[in-house]
Each structure stands twice: as structure tokens, then as C-alpha cells.
């Protein structure tokens, strides 16, 4: 039997459910999932592996209306994804099928000629009589090569979803080793975890005037602890003060939680450092931007 193999992207609005969509089929968590919009920022790439075949999912950021040169390079990352992909998931939020951004990925995806599903999220949320409708308004664009309701978070329909997929890929190679469940770097993930609880507790702009960096990172073999010293960079002085917190309480919450996660994660012990700086503007600031991983 041949091999067959492909890169597939998971696009759509923010908040959809993408992330969480990824995480569910490569059973781990790969992506950052929050319940505020705009949460994923760069592309995450998960690997599932199955019986003769290999399906590399590219979670992307949510497409949106852009505002600053951050947004601006969230969505282009995602635009690109339509280009480097063999197989495209667009995916949608059932109670919200009218959202403005459906149209124009649509547009595009017709575009790019590629097989395209469309994924109606969230079905644990209503009942039969309202996905129905929902798929007869995207079954009358006779566009999408299938249209499978799932909850990514239940995970019902995620196999029927897979097994859509698989049909329609092609003869290839493995791309990927068979124990390798992601292609980015341990520190990528570190400042993800750390950013996924600036997003879980602080509130209004805070979130998207964050940023991450690992600065350092120190393994004690002998006594299985990672010492792991982490920025978290904000625009403004009295966002440091906020994200500090009373007496650092805010921090201190955040970093717990981070640091929770991160030893679950890395089944390590874990010495967390988290610093506040104000980096001036830096979701306006290119050079900023590229420095910060953006
Ligand atoms: N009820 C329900 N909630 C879901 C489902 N899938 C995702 N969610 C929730 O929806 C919110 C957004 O999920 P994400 O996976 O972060 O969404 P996203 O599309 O990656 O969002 P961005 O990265 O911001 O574009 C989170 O609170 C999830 O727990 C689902 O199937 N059912
Ligand atoms: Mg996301």
C-alpha cells in the first residue's frame, strides 16, 4: 500500500475553536485555547500519526479585521497558510454562521483551488434543528468537498472529520518521525503556556499588550528541574502595574498556574522567573514584533 501524507490547514474566524480542534486530534496540547478572541498568534504545526498515512495540521490565527502591524501579521500568517497546504479546514462556530469573515475565506479558498471542508464547531452547544440549517446555507455554495459538524471539545465528529481528510490525500512521504508530535521548539511552547494564563486571568487589553520571551532556560539533570526564566513584555507602565499586581499577586497567580502547567508538560519539576518590562509599543513596532517571535 502507498503512503499518503499532507499538510492541512485549520482556518478560520477567531475563537472558533481551531486550536482546540488541533489539540483534540493530536491528543495533546499543542495550541493555546482561551475564551478571548485573538489567543493563537503564530502558526503551530501537529502531526497526527495514523495507519499508513501522516496528516500535518497547521493551527492558525484567527482571521479578523486588522488593526496594528501584530494583527496585521497574524493574519497574513494565516492567509499564507491557504498557499503552503495541500488540503484547507475551514472552520466555523455554529451559533455564529454569519460571522463577516466567512465570505472572504471562502473567496480565498476557492481561489486556491484545494480540496476545502468546512467544519461547523461547537455542536455540543445547540441541538439537530440548528446545525441543520447551518448546513444547508454552506451545502447550497456546492463548494466544500465536505461538511462535518464537530465539537472539538467533546471531540464527537472528529472522526468522521479524519477519515473526510484522508480521502483526499495524496501519495507522499512521511514528513515527520513517527514520535514527533510537533515541530516547534520546547521555549515556544514555555512562553505559549505562560501567555495562555496572561489571557486565562487579566482582562481588557491586557492580554493583546502581552508578549512572551524565554530568556534562559537551565536543566539540573541530577535533580530533574528545569529553571526556566521568562519576560513578559507590556506596552505601557501601568499595564506592568496591573500585571504585577498588589504586592505581585497578579504575577504570582500566573505564574503558578504557568508553572503548573509547564511541569505537567514537561514532566519535570519547575523553577519559573517571571520579569515585567514595558517594551514601548511593541505591537506596533516591526522590529519589536520580529524580535518578540511575531
Ligand atoms: N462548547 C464548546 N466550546 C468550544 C469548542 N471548541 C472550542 N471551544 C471553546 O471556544 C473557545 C475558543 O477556543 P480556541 O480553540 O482558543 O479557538 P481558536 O479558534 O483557536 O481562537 P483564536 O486562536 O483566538 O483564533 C475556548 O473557550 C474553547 O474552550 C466546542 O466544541 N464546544
Ligand atoms: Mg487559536
Redesign the pocket.
Given at each position: 500500500m502507498t503512503f499518503l501524507s499532507g499538510f492541512i490547514a485549520i482556518l478560520?474566524p477567531?475563537?472558533?475553536?481551531?486550536?482546540?480542534l488541533l489539540n483534540r486530534i493530536v491528543g495533546a496540547k499543542l495550541s493555546i485555547?482561551?475564551?478571548k478572541?485573538?489567543?493563537?498568534r503564530n502558526r503551530v504545526l501537529g502531526i497526527h500519526h495514523g495507519d499508513g498515512f501522516q496528516m500535518i495540521f497547521m493551527d492558525t490565527?484567527?482571521i479578523h479585521k486588522t488593526r496594528t502591524p501584530l494583527h496585521r501579521s497574524m493574519v497574513d500568517s494565516a492567509y499564507s497558510a491557504f498557499q503552503e497546504v495541500d488540503i484547507l479546514v475551514l472552520m466555523i462556530d455554529m451559533k455564529d454562521p454569519e460571522a463577516p469573515e466567512i465570505p472572504s475565506l471562502i473567496g480565498v479558498a476557492k481561489r486556491s483551488e484545494k480540496p476545502a471542508l468546512l467544519v461547523i464547531?461547537?455542536i455540543?452547544?445547540g441541538n439537530k434543528s440548528e446545525i441543520l440549517p447551518v448546513i444547508g446555507k454552506f451545502s447550497d455554495e456546492a463548494f466544500f468537498d465536505a461538511i462535518i459538524p464537530v465539537?472539538?471539545?467533546?471531540g464527537d465528529g472528529v472522526p468522521e472529520l479524519l477519515e473526510a481528510i484522508r480521502t483526499k490525500l495524496k501519495p507522499g512521504p512521511p514528513f515527520f518521525p513517527p514520535d514527533m508530535r510537533t515541530d516547534q521548539p520546547d521555549t515556544f511552547m514555555m512562553s505559549e503556556i505562560i501567555r495562555e494564563k496572561i489571557y486565562l486571568f487579566t482582562r481588557h487589553e491586557l492580554p493583546y499588550s502581552s508578549a512572551v520571551t524565554v530568556e534562559r532556560v537551565e536543566e539540573a539533570a541530577e535533580k530533574n528541574l528545569l529553571r526556566i526564566f521568562a519576560v513578559v513584555h507590556v506596552e505601557t507602565l501601568s499595564q506592568k502595574g496591573i500585571l504585577v499586581g498588589r504586592q505581585g499577586t497578579m504575577v504570582k497567580k500566573i505564574g503558578e498556574a504557568a508553572r503548573m502547567e509547564l511541569e505537567r508538560c514537561f514532566n519535570v519539576q519547575v523553577y519559573l522567573n517571571l520579569t515585567v518590562r514595558v517594551s514601548k509599543n511593541w505591537s506596533r513596532d516591526t522590529r519589536a514584533l520580529r524580535r518578540l517571535g511575531y
Open positions: 478560520g477567531p475563537n472558533v475553536g481551531k486550536s482546540t485555547v482561551s475564551p478572541p485573538q489567543t493563537t490565527p484567527g464547531n461547537k455540543d452547544r465539537s472539538a471539545l467533546k
